[in-house]
C-alpha cells in the first residue's frame, strides 16, 4: 500500500506522538529506570513509606486535625520514607509509623520578636527532619509580650501546639542582693577587655534565666523533658527516632550535641562556687559522676570543657530536683552572673556532670546541628544514611577546642570510624 506524501507525514507525526505520550506515562521501561531506582534505593526507599500516616497520640487534645490533613505535611511525611540506620541502637527506635506516641516533651525557645527571621529557618528544619511525625508541643519564651507577628509564624511553621509565655519580670532583673553599681564596673572593665558580651545585661539575664528559672515557668511545668533550639541553628540530617524516648527509655537526663572550653575569663569564681556548694552538700554529688571530664587533676582545678547548651535535651525534672534548685541558688547568691558573665552551659554542665551519674549523659551524634561557628556532623556511615547535608570536615568534635574527644576517652568509648579523617 502506498500514501501520499502528507499522509506519510502526518503518519509519521502520529507514531512520535505516541512514542511521547508513552514516554512521560514512564511505560517504557527498557530506558534506564534500573539505574534510577538504585539510586532512589539508597536515598529515598520506593516502598510505601511506615511514616506516611500520622500516628495516633496520647495526648489528642494536642493534635489538630486540620493541620495533619494539610498537603504539606502529607507530602513531607511520604517524601522522607523510613530511613535504614547501621547503628543498631538507634534502630529500635524507629518505630513504624502506627507506633509513633509521644512521650511528655516540648520544644523550648527563648526568643525576642525580632529573632522570628532567623528562628523561622530552624524551626522548618526541625519540623521536615522530624517532629512533623511527632507533632510535639514548642514553648516560645519571652521578656516581652510576643507580638502578632511572631506568633503568626510560629503557629504556622509548628506542627503541635506553639504556645507563648511571658517571662516574669522578676527573674529578668537585677535581683536585690546584687550591687548594681559593682556590676556595672565589671561590665565597663569587660567591655575593655573585649570579653564577648562583656558588657551586656540583658545577655546576663538571658544566661540567669536560662540556668534556673525556664524550666518554672507554668507552661513549663506540664512537660518532663525539653530539647532547646535557637534562631539561627541549622539540623543537618534526618532524625528518623524520637531523641525524647531515648531519653526515657535509655533513662537519660542530659543530652548534647557540641561540647568545648569556656572563656575562662566569663567564669573565674564558678568553679570555687560549685566546689563551696558540693563540700556544704556532699548528698548532692552524684556516686558515678563526671569529675574528670570537667576537671583534669581530680577536682581541683575546671578544664572550662562543658556542653554547649544552645542544644539541650533534658530532663525537666532533674532541673527541678531539690539538689539543682539548690545548686542554682547557692551560684546565684554569689553574683557572678552579674560580677562575671557566667554562661548556663557551664552551669548546666557542671551540674549534670556531679549531680547526674556518667551513664545520664548521653551524647547524641546522629542530630547533625550547627550553632555558629561550630558544626556538629555525624561521623561515620551515618551521615549518608542519615542524609545529613553538613561536610565532615567541618565537624568540629575532634578538633582541639572540642571536649567530645575526651568525652569518650572519659566514657571508655571508641571513637567512631573514620574519626581520623576529620
Ligand atoms: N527574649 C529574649 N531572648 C533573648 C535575649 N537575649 C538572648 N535571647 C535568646 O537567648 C538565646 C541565646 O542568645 P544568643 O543571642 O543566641 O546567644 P549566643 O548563642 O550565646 O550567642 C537565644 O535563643 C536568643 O534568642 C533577650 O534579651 N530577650
Ligand atoms: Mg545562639
Redesign the pocket.
Known amino acids: 500500500m502506498r500514501y501520499s506524501r502528507p499522509a506519510r507525514f502526518v503518519l509519521f507525526a502520529l507514531i512520535w506522538i505516541v512514542f511521547i505520550v508513552l514516554l512521560l506515562q514512564n511505560r517504557l521501561t527498557f530506558f534506564s529506570t534500573k539505574q534510577r531506582l538504585n539510586f532512589l534505593d539508597v536515598y529515598r526507599p520506593t516502598e510505601p513509606s511506615p511514616l506516611a500516616t500520622f500516628a495516633k497520640s496520647p495526648q489528642s487534645s494536642h493534635k489538630k486535625p486540620t493541620q495533619s490533613a494539610s498537603p504539606i505535611h502529607s507530602t513531607l511525611s511520604h517524601e522522607q520514607g523510613p530511613i535504614k540506620i547501621a547503628n543498631p541502637e538507634r534502630a529500635q527506635h524507629v518505630k513504624p509509623e502506627e507506633q509513633l506516641e509521644r512521650v511528655n516533651a516540648t520544644f523550648v ?4 520578636n525580632s ?1 522570628i527571621g532567623d528562628l523561622a529557618g530552624t524551626i522548618k528544619q526541625i519540623e521536615d527532619r522530624f517532629n512533623s511525625r511527632y507533632k510535639y508541643d514548642w514553648v516560645f ?4 509580650e510576643f507580638d502578632s507577628n511572631f506568633k503568626r509564624i510560629a503557629t504556622r511553621l509548628v506542627s503541635g501546639r506553639a504556645r507563648f509565655g511571658k ?1 516574669p519580670s522578676s527573674q529578668w532583673s537585677f535581683p536585690s542582693h546584687v550591687d548594681v553599681e559593682k556590676a556595672a564596673n565589671v561590665r565597663a572593665e569587660m567591655k575593655e577587655q573585649k570579653i564577648i ?1 562583656g558588657d551586656s545585661i ?2 546576663r ?2 544566661c540567669r534565666y ?1 540556668s534556673g528559672f525556664f524550666f518554672q515557668h507554668p507552661l513549663m511545668m506540664e512537660y518532663e523533658y525539653y530539647w532547646r533550639v ?2 539561627s541553628a541549622e539540623f543537618y540530617c534526618d532524625i528518623p527516632f524520637d531523641p525524647f524516648r531515648i531519653m526515657v527509655e535509655e533513662k537519660k537526663k542530659y543530652g548534647f550535641v557540641i561540647s568545648l572550653l569556656e572563656y575562662e575569663t566569663t567564669v573565674p569564681t564558678l568553679w570555687n562556687t560549685t566546689k563551696t556548694f558540693f563540700k556544704q552538700h556532699p548528698e548532692h554529688l552524684a556516686k558515678d559522676n563526671s569529675m574528670d571530664f570537667i576537671s583534669d587533676d581530680g577536682g581541683y582545678s575546671y578544664n572550662l570543657c562543658h556542653f554547649w547548651s ?1 542544644f539541650e535535651i533534658a530532663s525537666l525534672e532533674w532541673l527541678r530536683s531539690p539538689a539543682y534548685t539548690a545548686y542554682f541558688e547557692a551560684l546565684d547568691q554569689a553574683g557572678g552572673f552579674f560580677y562575671e558573665r557566667w ?1 548556663d552551659a557551664p552551669i548546666h554542665s557542671l551540674a549534670a556532670a556531679l549531680m547526674l551519674r556518667r551513664d545520664e549523659i548521653h551524647f547524641f551524634n546522629e542530630i547533625g546541628y550547627y ?1 555558629a561557628p561550630f558544626t556538629h556532623c555525624p561521623t561515620g556511615k551515618m551521615k549518608d544514611e542519615l542524609r545529613c547535608y553538613c561536610e565532615s570536615k567541618e565537624n568540629f568534635d575532634w578538633k582541639g577546642y572540642s571536649c567530645t574527644s575526651k568525652w569518650f576517652d572519659f566514657m571508655g568509648r571508641e571513637k567512631p570510624d573514620g574519626y581520623e579523617d576529620e
Not at 109 to 112: I, V
Not at 141 to 144: A, E, W
Request: aromatic share 10%.
Open positions: 525557645t527563648l526568643a525576642r529573632d519564651l519571652n521578656d516581652k517571662i558580651y540583658s545577655y539575664h538571658m536560662q535557637e534562631p544552645n554562661g550553632h
